[in-house]
T-cell receptor, first 109, second 112 residues
């Protein structure tokens, strides 16, 4: 089975930096996905970490520590459109994805 | 255009009336899944399929059936819908277990 933990809600202001943490316990592990989901819409892919360390992709970066069962998503230069839910999904390697409950990020002016 | 399609997008029905939500992908993906999403509970997997004629239960399979007769289609069947199945449903596909999942646009189902 899998256990995924992320904060329920976070708030930040436009232009700021925010870090969304995710801890997980899985019976197998092949990497970790982050998805973004705007209200009422389908989740969209943000990043996939297989190896330990930081992967940077524009304003978004994702970090993974396999030994600690820990990942974070770092969002820089926040914009209003970044207000969304962010879903952490460890890949067990033997099934399709199981998602965390998501972190609702509210960006205010 | 690579995509996952679902139909219908919105459905209001009554308790006990059988319904099917279709899902189709044009990316030749082997893996397909159905999720439901409810406030405070996140995305929960209902069923998944790793290939044609291969399906398996996810976390919340009760009250649902699926079939995978062809690679591109993965319909979700509610034989006797109940109000607790009112939810937002997403179909997804992925080419391999390490690849990203592509999601359909969602089906908002209300069971009265």
């Amino acid at each position: 089975g899998q256990n995924i933990d992320q904060p329920t809600e976070m708030t930040a202001t436009e232009g700021a930096i925010v870090q969304i943490n995710c801890t997980y316990q899985t019976s197998g592990f092949n990497g970790l996905f982050w998805y973004q989901q705007h209200a009422g819409e389908a989740p969209t892919f943000l990043s996939y970490n297989v190896l330990d360390g930081l992967e940077e992709k524009g304003r978004f970066s994702s970090f993974l520590s396999r030994s600690k069962g820990y990942s974070y998503l770092l969002l820089k230069e926040l914009q209003m459109k970044d207000s969304a839910s962010y879903l952490c999904a460890p890949n067990s390697g033997y099934s399709t994805l199981t998602f965390g409950k998501g972190t609702m990020l509210l960006v205010s002016p | 255009e690579a995509q996952v399609t679902q139909n219908p997008r919105y459905l209001i029905t009554v308790t006990g009336k059988k319904l099917t939500v279709t899902c189709s992908q044009n990316m030749n993906h082997e893996y397909m899944s159905w999720y439901r999403q409810d406030p405070g509970l996140g995305l929960r997997q209902i069923y998944y399929s790793m290939n044609v004629e291969v399906t398996d239960k996810g976390d919340v399979p009760e009250g649902y059936k699926v079939s995978r007769k062809e690679k591109r289609n993965f319909p979700l069947i509610l034989e006797s819908p109940s109000p607790n199945q009112t939810s937002l449903y997403f179909c997804a596909s992925q080419g391999a277990l390490g690849n990203e999942q592509f999601f359909g646009p969602g089906t908002r189902l209300t069971v009265l």
